[in-house]
């Protein structure tokens, strides 16, 4: 789920010209935007270490607003706070430039904007106003991707179309490439280099463009990963001082064929179980017969029985368990699915008064004299958002809106305090293209050999500990990796953290999303490695059996009383049931 404010870049630059005294040095505040993008540029009157930079942003501005090197927070409605990601010297004649990428601009206007920069002493750095005119309307980017052979694990060549939201003389574009794709790529009128999932086009000559220009640029000698899948890949044009001319994402749909079905020998399919008949009823004759509407569950039928079945397939001659829990006798119907003059299925087999228990409700940390609940999360961007309910039928969460304060959708936005990391020890970052994880010498990496590298469990999505935000004492990061975003291509830290809370409760914060599929060996078809070795699997296997020991050594106590735990349908009464 990508996804919040963060991540403005600082870009530096003096000119022996300005370094000259104070009151000679003028803030200069000017704002520029593109299609979905804000560039706040301020000079520095006053040297320091910078601690933050506010802005104001048009009213009615909306959207996902990324950058790099910083955080960002709704200072108050309709202005913004930056704090970098570590300290900053800055000098007088320093010029700075916060772009924010993401931002829905309201319709044109023209507005006086406050830019405010403040050292870590208090004493203001550089402050002044800019003002920001916009047309009617700015051109969408309206991204579009061909592949003229989106087959994968074959050549291709990827075409990127853009149309441009702001004039200016074109520096590069920027392309972002599938997953796992490799070639000694080219194209066509400029340079194009690779790195870090990008390709980046550069002109051989100076290019003016227009608001409104369509840019296309081919990627051609492109080889595709052999794991097909819908990718989401995104489109960006600047010029050579770094304004965002447009920016955009789309989808490319790379379809692999589908996979050559086994030839199964003659005489190879099993014969019919003893008791089940040796061919079926046409469609015509079965939904001739007699049927039921009875297998519609009535809306009335809201007492307290669960039930479900050992197994989601089987066949003639096979044995179901069936597992439920109500404590009184029930009813077990069994209905073949079919039309039946329109009432849907007919009954085929039924057994009356079969006794059931009451299973004892699930233990879910806690003890009636105080401990906390013990938790162990294998994933990354956890309690981010806040779910507002519309209504007693449905919920639904809308787009943060970065300037709504204590209205905004995530929980950070209300106040450091609600953030994730106080509860689990990181906060969300963003998405990230798939990247190598090495194993250390701690207690999580117990039986795995020092050293071992695994590639792709930095992926999906990453959680890192942020030091502007709580952390809880005693906190200790025991794995740490760096992925890239996705939509920036800056790095992005990984941390594995844990903490034991005043309560006794352990807690530890996976920060990936790769767990699960690596333990499975099967990862989505986008990241790096879609099927992980065996030998990363085994290793991600001792980690996770690892965390699970380290958490259960929590002071939770449960239930030792095992007559409590289970029960049994009695045999006799039905043959296909079995004890849950």
Not at 377 to 401: C, E, H, K, P, V
Request: glycine residues 12%; charged residues 10%; aromatic residues 6%.
């Amino acid at each position: 789920m990508v996804r919040r404010v963060l991540f403005p870049a600082v870009i530096l630059s003096v000119t022996s010209s300005l370094l000259t005294a104070v009151a000679a040095v003028s803030a200069n505040v000017t704002i520029t935007a593109s299609a979905t993008t804000l560039t706040y540029r301020g000079t520095v009157t006053r040297a320091g270490v910078l601690r933050d930079i506010v802005m104001a942003v048009p009213p009615g501005s909306t959207g996902r607003i990324t950058s790099v090197n910083g955080t960002v927070t709704t200072a108050s409605p309709g202005v913004l706070r930056w704090r970098p990601v570590k300290p900053i010297t800055v000098g007088v004649g320093a010029r700075l430039a916060i772009p924010l990428y993401g931002v829905h601009l309201p319709r044109g206007g023209s507005w006086s904007l406050v830019f405010k920069a403040t050292g870590t002493t208090g004493a203001v750095l550089s402050t002044g106003t800019g003002i920001l005119g916009l047309q009617a309307s700015i051109p969408p980017a309206a991204v579009r991707i061909i592949a003229s052979n989106p087959v994968p694990g074959q050549t291709t060549t990827l075409t990127y179309t853009g149309t441009v939201g702001r004039a200016g003389v074109l520096g590069s574009v920027r392309m972002q490439l599938p997953a796992g794709a490799s070639g000694a790529v080219t194209s066509i009128n400029g340079t194009l280099a690779t790195s870090g999932g990008y390709a980046t086009w550069k002109p051989r000559t100076s290019l003016s463009v227009q608001a409104g220009a369509r840019l296309s640029i081919p990627v051609n000698g492109l080889v595709l990963s052999k794991y097909g899948g819908i990718l989401t890949l995104a489109m960006s044009a600047s010029t050579s001082t770094g304004t965002t001319l447009m920016s955009g994402t789309t989808t490319l749909a790379l379809i692999a064929p589908p996979a050559a079905m086994p030839a199964i020998p003659p005489g190879s399919m099993p014969g019919a179980r003893a008791g089940c008949p040796a061919s079926w009823p046409t469609t015509a004759t079965e939904n001739a017969k007699t049927g039921t509407a009875d297998w519609v569950i009535p809306p009335a039928m809201n007492g307290a029985l669960a039930a479900y079945l050992t197994q989601t397939s089987a066949t003639c001659g096979d044995i179901v368990g069936l597992k439920m829990t109500s404590g009184d006798p029930v009813s077990i119907v069994a209905y073949r699915m079919g039309y039946y003059q329109g009432l849907g299925a007919r009954e085929i087999w039924r057994q009356d008064g079969v006794p059931t228990v009451v299973q004892p409700d699930p233990v879910t940390g806690g003890t009636d004299n105080g401990h906390g609940v013990n938790v162990a999360n294998l994933g990354a961007n956890t309690a981010y958002r806040r779910i507002t309910y519309t209504d007693d039928s449905r919920r639904a969460w809308d787009i943060d809106l970065y300037t709504a304060g204590y209205t905004s959708s995530t929980w950070r936005y209300l106040g450091d305090g609600y953030a994730s990391q106080p509860l689990l020890g990181a906060e969300y970052i963003c998405a990230v293209v798939g990247n190598t994880l090495t194993t250390g010498d701690g207690w999580l990496f117990d039986g795995v050999e020092q050293g071992t590298e695994l590639p792709g469990f930095i992926a999906g999505e990453v959680d890192y500990v942020q030091p502007g935000l709580y952390q809880q004492p005693g906190q200790t990061t025991i794995a740490s990796a760096t992925g890239a975003c996705r939509t920036s291509g800056q790095p992005a830290p990984m941390h594995v953290t844990t903490y034991t809370a005043p309560s006794g409760a352990r807690v530890l914060n996976g920060s990936t999303f790769a767990y699960g599929c690596f333990l499975v060996a099967r990862c989505p078809s986008n990241w790096s490695v879609p099927t992980p070795s065996p030998q990363s699997q085994q290793a991600v296997g001792a980690m996770v059996a690892n965390i699970a020991e380290w958490v259960s050594r929590g002071e939770l106590v449960v239930p030792i009383d095992t007559s409590l735990m289970r029960a049994a349908v009695p045999k006799q009464a039905l043959a296909t049931a079995s004890q849950p």
